[in-house]
């Protein structure tokens, strides 16, 4: 069974229209672009996931955007408030000294901003491009900021001129099966966040399964254990 994590609120603060960024502190000792951590949300009994934009010394920064009970019940928590949550969980990216292309759509922004930092540290090369429905959601922090069209649009001459090894995005699920697609055209990896309703969070309830293609084989894959971060190419779109 995963650790349930004691935490409590550093800070929390509106970063965009019903869009908020919550800092806990923790004693969690580290995390990954691409993982996520998944809070209890009183009297909900069912975590919620969240994917974390950001750590350091045993804070954990995640945007979220309200939906229902759950996002309202962590908007409610103030400053010193407990949190209790389980994670880091699950698969991030995996970029080693390549050229990143990053996407990000809507609050999917949250967990490439964290890999941008992540590789900033590195001096790895990367440019972000995030795209928002409206003026009031867009979250700062992008190279390119798309409003109103479709962030894919502009993938194509952005891979001419920046010539990416991988494009790592995450956003809705449509969003990421045309990044799949174009990174497959222009013969480039791409690594995509999924999401799905979670229940249990830990690859049990296999409630989140998707299909992958490996090695010629079909097969089940739970996004909240052996993901949320797959290969473009290995995942069956529909
Ligand atoms: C791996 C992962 C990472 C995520 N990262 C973030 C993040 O960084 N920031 C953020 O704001 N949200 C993120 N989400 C989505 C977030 O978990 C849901 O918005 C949240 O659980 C809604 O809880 P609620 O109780 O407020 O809403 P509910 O009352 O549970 O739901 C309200 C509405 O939102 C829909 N909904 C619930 N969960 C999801 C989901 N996972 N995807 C799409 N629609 C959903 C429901 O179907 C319903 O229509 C992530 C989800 C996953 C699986
Ligand atoms: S949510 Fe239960 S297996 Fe993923």
């Known amino acids: ?31 990954f672009a691409g993982q996520f951590i998944s809070i209890l949300c009183p ?7 969240f994917s974390i934009r950001g750590y350091k010394d045993g804070v954990i920064e995640v945007f979220f ?8 019940y962590i908007k409610s928590l103030k400053i010193g408030d407990n949190i209790d ?3 880091p969980l699950g698969q991030g990216f995996r970029v080693e000294n390549k050229r990143v292309l990053l996407v990000g759509a809507g609050i999917g922004i949250a967990p490439v901003l964290f890999l ?17 429905k409206d003026d009031d959601e867009v979250i700062e922090g992008s190279d390119k900021t798309v409003v109103g069209g479709s ?14 090894d991988v494009i790592c995005s995450c956003g809705p699920h449509i969003v ?8 497959q055209k222009y013969n480039i990896e791409a690594q995509v966040a999924m999401e799905k309703v979670f229940a249990c969070q830990i690859g049990v309830c296999r409630g989140c399964v998707i299909q992958i293609q490996k090695d010629g084989k079909v ?16 995942v069956v779109w529909n």
């Open 176 to 183: 990421l099966k045309l990044i799949s697609e174009l990174a």
């Open 116 to 132: 941008k930092d992540e590789l900033n540290k590195k001096n790895v090369q990367s440019f972000l491009i995030s795209g928002f």
């Open 219 to 234: 097969q089940n894959a739970t996004i909240c254990h052996d993901g949320p971060v797959f290969l473009g190419s290995e």
């Open 1 to 31: 069974m995963e650790k349930i994590q004691k935490g409590t609120v550093k800070n929390i603060e509106k970063i965009a229209k019903d869009t908020f960024k919550i800092e806990i502190q923790s004693n969690v000792k580290n995390a």
């Open 85 to 87: 949550f389980l994670g």
């Open 151 to 164: 962030v894919v649009d502009y993938l194509p001459e952005l891979i001419e001129k920046f010539k990416p």
């Open 65 to 72: 955007k309200l939906k229902g009970e759950g996002t309202n």
């Open 43 to 49: 009297p909900k009994t069912l975590r919620r996931p």
